[in-house]
């Protein structure tokens, strides 16, 4: 009787499994969109917390100086423009670019960033470590969004031939303001503030050596 039952149960639970639906490409969609969301840019946060305290804990003021602060300017900037573009913006082949081009152009500017600190400034193993996060996160990015919207790339790989390819148009549907308050706020306070606050004690420290 209980080898019945059991076999029963096992039914049961085999033709459960077969009625439910295998995942779609809304729900593949709807998952990569919230790891772009919840994880790779306020992973974005961390890192470049840390990378101020290394900074600071180096003297950057007095090895470096403005320079080297300059170009961390330059930097978010670089990072910034096209997050700021694939948050509020249409992702067609002109966002697309602006993305890609900005992601290399960041690379290229951590080589520079990486060559000027060496100069004057101890550059500890943790420090590098907390580069390859940040170098590597704007590329994530642009990878997820590619995926999330690959008939924008096909299009993007054809020359961008269908309507408004090249226009900066609002997204037909805005991520939550709620959302977009949060990465604001977080960008200002784990970027924008320390940052600013590195660039003033730079300047400072230059004008009180001359």
């Known amino acids: 009787m209980a080898r019945l039952t059991a076999l029963k149960d096992w039914r049961h639970w085999r033709r459960g499994r077969a009625l439910r639906p295998a995942p779609g490409a ?24 840390a990378d101020w305290v290394m900074h600071r804990r180096t003297d950057i003021e007095r090895t470096t100086g403005v320079k080297e602060s300059a170009i961390h300017a330059l930097m978010m900037a670089e990072a910034g423009v096209p997050v700021l573009a694939g948050l509020v913006a249409r992702i067609n082949p002109l966002v697309l670019s602006m993305m890609g ?5 960041h690379s290229a500017t951590a080589i520079w960033d990486v060559t000027v600190a060496t100069e004057d400034r101890e550059v500890r193993p943790v420090e590098q470590h ?3 996060f940040l170098e ?12 999330l919207h690959w008939e924008s790339v096909r299009d993007l790989a054809r020359g961008g031939k269908q309507p408004d390819a090249w226009k900066l148009l609002p997204k037909e549907r805005p991520l939550p303001k709620k959302y977009l308050a949060g990465i604001a706020a977080g960008v200002g306070t784990c970027v924008a503030l320390p940052y600013a606050e590195e660039f003033i004690r730079c300047v400072r420290a230059r004008k009180s050596v001359v």
């Open 26 to 49: 809304d729900d593949v969609e709807n998952a990569t969109q919230r790891v772009l969301m919840y994880g790779v840019l306020p992973m974005w946060f961390v890192p470049a917390v």
């Open 101 to 105: 081009g900005a992601a290399a152009l």
């Open 136 to 147: 590597v996160l704007p590329l994530a990015a642009v990878v997820i969004t590619s995926c």
């Open 130 to 132: 907390i580069h390859s």
